[in-house]
């Protein structure tokens, strides 16, 4: 007699919602972010927010390396509305960030032009 492993259907009804949550909880965890810095511009209007995804935390590296680590910049008016997300290859060329009087850019990566509420990224 062949004996099978079988949950018990009372098992089944526990199982399910588990293994449910768990896979929402991975879901939500690799959409979550993480701010790095913060840029307003010169005049107020404007704020540039520098993130990455959360779950990159979770990876080691290098004391001193976190900069390293791959992210997005999102251009936001004083009202919250986004004139646009750009990705950077890493954190720390975001520091290259300049405001101008209608315009930002990240040298090499992105240009958002404020008057438009727009973002070109540039080829990488």
């Not at 890493?90 to 405001?99: G, T, V």
């Not at 032009?113 to 973002?119: H, P």
């Amino acid at each position: 007699m062949m004996l099978m492993n079988r949950v018990p259907s009372r098992g089944r009804f526990v199982l399910l919602p588990l293994v449910a949550a768990f896979t929402l909880g991975l879901v939500f965890a690799f959409r979550a972010t993480t701010e790095f810095q913060s840029l307003p511009s010169p005049d107020g209007r404007f704020t540039a927010v520098i993130e990455y995804s959360s779950w990159r935390s979770l990876v080691p590296m290098v004391p001193g390396s976190s900069s390293d680590k791959p992210g997005f910049v999102t251009i936001y008016s004083s009202d919250g509305r986004s004139l646009g997300r750009a990705p950077v290859p890493m954190l720390q060329l975001a520091r290259d960030f300049q405001w101008e009087a209608d315009a930002a850019e990240i040298p090499l990566i992105a240009r958002w032009d404020l008057s438009r509420g727009s973002v070109t990224v540039h080829s990488q």
